[in-house]
């Protein structure tokens, strides 16, 4: 038995996160947030001692340690009625833990290995065994998904993406530098697009939307349509 699986590609700021939770919520599918997966890889293999703080590089032994950890992992991506996302490990929610610099910078470290990178995609298909998925990421559609039943990739204006952010960040109480969030959007976009390894474009075959000046609302029922036409049953 196949299930269905919806892919939500774009860059950071679009709104892929709230319409992969809506969606999810609406299909009783399963939900990938993609973008969070190295993180926790890198806070698994530095819990396991795979990962110093003062190591700056890994060897083929660390990568051989690190991808069998990740083949080992149990992530559960579990969405709250308050509209946030409890992120389960190996029966741990890490959803506050995986969110600083320093995971950040484990992430990076590990994002570099080619075994974990494989271990991961194959982490991530097989989570399509189990249900229905709504896979978010940036490169869902193309590489890790090609054969999705629905496939969007969900945009916006770099302007609209860094009004989002400073709002967001204002709303938490803290100092912002519009200029600085805009260039920063901007050469995240660029370096994600001319990457040489799965660079963040659309599929083909995906629906293109441009999130600048639509409500989340809008954004939402614009895919449920879409995915409608794919066949995709909702119950209301």
């Known amino acids: 038995m196949t299930f269905p699986v919806i892919t939500i590609d774009g860059p950071s700021g679009a709104g892929k996160g709230t319409v992969c939770l809506k969606l999810a919520q609406a299909l009783n599918y399963r939900l990938l947030?993609?973008?969070?997966?190295y993180r926790i890889v890198g806070l698994k293999a530095f819990e396991a001692g795979l990962i110093a703080g003062n190591k700056s590089k890994l060897d083929a032994e660390d990568e051989k340690n690190i991808a069998q950890l990740t083949e080992q992992l149990d992530i559960q991506f579990l969405p709250q009625a308050s509209g946030l996302v409890n992120i389960v490990v190996d029966g741990n929610n890490v959803a506050d833990d995986i969110r600083n610099e320093t995971v950040?910078?484990?992430?990076?470290?590990?994002?570099?290995?080619?075994?974990?990178?494989?271990?991961?995609?194959?982490?991530?298909?097989?989570?399509?065994?189990?249900?229905?998925?709504?896979?978010?990421?940036?490169?869902?559609?193309?590489?890790?998904?090609?054969?999705?039943?629905?496939?969007?990739?969900?945009?916006?204006?770099?302007?609209?993406?860094?009004?989002?952010?400073?709002?967001?960040?204002?709303?938490?109480?803290?100092?912002?530098?519009?200029?600085?969030?805009?260039?920063?959007?901007?050469?995240r976009d660029a370096r994600d697009e001319n990457r040489s390894v799965a660079p963040s474009k659309p599929a083909k075959d995906a629906l293109v939307l441009d999130s600048s000046n639509m409500?989340?609302?809008?954004?939402?029922q614009s895919i449920k349509k879409f995915c409608q036409e794919k066949g995709i049953c909702f119950a209301t």
């Not at 947030?33 to 997966?37: F, H």
């Not at 065994?129 to 916006?156: C, H, Q, W």
């Open 104 to 187: 950040g910078g484990y992430a990076s470290q590990v994002a570099a290995l080619p075994k974990v990178r494989e271990a991961l995609l194959a982490l991530q298909q097989n989570m399509a065994n189990e249900s229905g998925l709504i896979a978010d990421g940036r490169d869902m559609g193309t590489v890790v998904f090609p054969n999705a039943d629905a496939k969007v990739y969900l945009t916006a204006s770099a302007k609209a993406r860094a009004d989002r952010r400073v709002a967001q960040l204002e709303q938490a109480g803290q100092a912002v530098d519009y200029e600085s969030i805009l260039q920063s959007i901007k050469q």
């Open 215 to 220: 409500s989340a609302e809008e954004v939402y």
């Open 33 to 37: 947030d993609s973008g969070a997966l």
